[in-house]
């Protein structure tokens, strides 16, 4: 399949590889860049530690995406070191950014207007969100305190999010989806429900269609058991030849399955966003 651009997902926190929190930021990040046209390379989770931080961006950017997201460790805690990681990594340095400063104290007056905020004071901790690695751009974040960060690496945009998936979403649609998106290609995914069929029994016909159409995703998923099965059949494309080569690879489908006189139905989705 053609992509536009490809990306790396890393999550920092202890909670995400001690199992007290699911990774649910890396599975909605990874449908998001699918969505707006990408290809996610690689998806790496690593603990609340600076070396292992710092490892995982120079290791992720040898690999040269075009975009690296990384989320957590953007708070005003002790273990919120994200910043400070990919700073020494890269060789930058920290520094605080007024343009964070600013964010963070009229997110406090907005908290205040609210009866949220007990104080108003731009404290060491509320200061430590501000601190960005040198060069970079804080990203406005309306769902929370903590600004994003955006730092242009040679060809790769390093963002940070913040872990929170509330604010994680809300600085990614607002400044960092606008920006993929402008390379985004027409997506179709053609899906059938196969009912009464056993995966195994579809398998050879779905590897024929792979291999006639090699920039369609075929990909099946079992949805119960052999005997009363049913197994959820998707063909996926991007762009003109991707598109066409879905709709005729849907047609072979519908085909085989009434030769088979297999119970199906077909649902198509095309990605509008």
């Known amino acids: 399949m053609s992509e536009t651009f490809t990306a790396i997902v890393v999550g920092v ?6 199992g007290r929190t699911a990774n649910t930021n890396a599975q909605w990040l990874c449908g998001e860049v699918y969505s707006l046209g990408g290809k996610v390379r690689l998806a790496l989770t690593v603990p609340d530690d600076l070396s292992e931080i710092g490892e995982a961006l120079l290791l992720s950017l040898k690999e040269r995406p075009n975009w690296l997201i990384v989320t957590g460790g953007l708070g005003p805690t002790y273990d919120d070191m994200t910043l400070a990681g990919a700073a020494a990594a890269l060789g930058l340095g920290l520094a605080e950014d007024p343009r964070a400063k600013e964010m963070i104290l009229r997110k ?27 060069g970079s751009t804080p990203l406005s974040n309306s769902a929370g305190t903590a600004p994003g960060v955006l730092i242009k690496v040679g060809e790769t945009t ?24 402008k390379g985004k290609l027409k997506t179709l995914t053609a899906e059938a429900e196969v ?19 090699p920039v369609v995703y075929v990909k099946s998923h079992p949805r119960g058991f052999e005997g009363g099965s049913r197994v959820l059949v998707q063909l996926t494309g991007r762009g003109d030849q991707g598109v066409r080569d879905v709709e005729a690879a849907r047609d072979e489908l519908v085909a085989a399955l009434q030769g088979l006189k297999a119970e199906y139905q077909i649902t198509i989705k095309q990605d509008v966003r």
């Open 13 to 18: 926190g202890n909670e995400l590889l001690n």
């Open 158 to 181: 390093v963002v940070c999010l913040p872990g929170v998936p509330s604010e994680m979403k809300a600085i990614f649609d607002e400044h960092v989806a606008p920006m993929m998106a």
């Open 195 to 213: 009912k009464g069929l056993p995966e195994a029994a579809l398998a050879p016909l779905l590897a024929s269609l792979a291999k006639k159409y």
């Open 108 to 134: 406090l007056e907005e908290y205040r207007a609210m009866g949220r905020a007990t104080s108003m004071e731009y404290t060491p901790e509320r200061a430590k969100m501000a601190s960005l690695p040198r």
